[in-house]
């Protein structure tokens, strides 16, 4: 009897890894770093992961548990760096300019969630790791979600790996406070527009 039931616990517990989020051997964020850094729309994104050294902290949640991570394609970062006349040298070369793009990066990272496209489709709010609320919104007549009634996801579900969900959007999303400590320590010329307007490049 007691051997019928270790086996079937064996069993049991054989199951349970096959299932479970996270690998049991590897390293799923390392494994989503690397997919990040090949895909050919978040060159930026990449770089500004591994020059503020998010990447390590974005590498630990996904281990730990699922993320998800909102990514602005690289003509989105382009876009917003212009409008704004934000160096983007400054923000991945000075240490102030560093710190105020961890915080925007902390903007588009949602821990401890697996947000499937059908999934913000059927919610209106996203707390990602900064902890500042993201409201996300179904356009039905465009079959869009849009992320703080300004960004699109652009390509959802970009990249889908253990532990991780990563969806394009075409702006960058940001707090109040780290658009103005952006502007403060990285600004070239006073901005002209909101960061409602000039964060989303339409795409």
């Known amino acids: 009897m007691a051997a019928a039931m270790s086996a079937a616990m064996a069993v049991v517990f054989s199951v349970l890894l096959v299932l479970s989020p996270v690998l049991v051997e590897g390293n799923p964020g390392l494994d989503l770093l690397e997919a990040i850094k090949g895909h050919q729309r978040l060159h930026r994104f990449h770089q500004a992961l591994v020059t503020t050294g998010f990447s390590n902290g974005l590498n630990n949640a996904v281990n730990a548990k699922p993320t998800t991570i909102f990514a602005p394609v690289d003509d989105a970062v382009d876009t917003a760096t212009a409008t704004y006349s934000v160096s983007w040298d400054c923000l991945t070369q000075e ?6 793009l ?3 990066l902390k903007h ?12 913000l489709t059927k919610t209106n709010q996203v707390i990602p790791a900064d902890g500042f609320p993201i409201e996300a ?3 039905k007549a465009t079959h869009v979600v849009i992320l ?3 960004v699109h996801v652009v390509e959802p579900e970009a990249i889908v790996m253990e532990n991780a969900i990563v969806h394009l959007i075409d702006g960058v999303i940001v707090t109040e406070s780290n658009y103005a400590q952006m502007v403060d320590v990285c600004g070239q010329a006073q901005p002209s527009a909101s960061p409602s307007l000039g964060f989303a490049s339409g795409l």
């Open 95 to 100: 240490n102030a300019g560093k710190a105020a």
């Open 102 to 104: 961890k915080e925007t």
């Open 108 to 119: 588009h990272v949602v821990e401890g969630a697996f947000h499937t496209l059908w999934n």
């Open 137 to 139: 919104m179904f356009d």
């Open 148 to 150: 703080d009634g300004y």
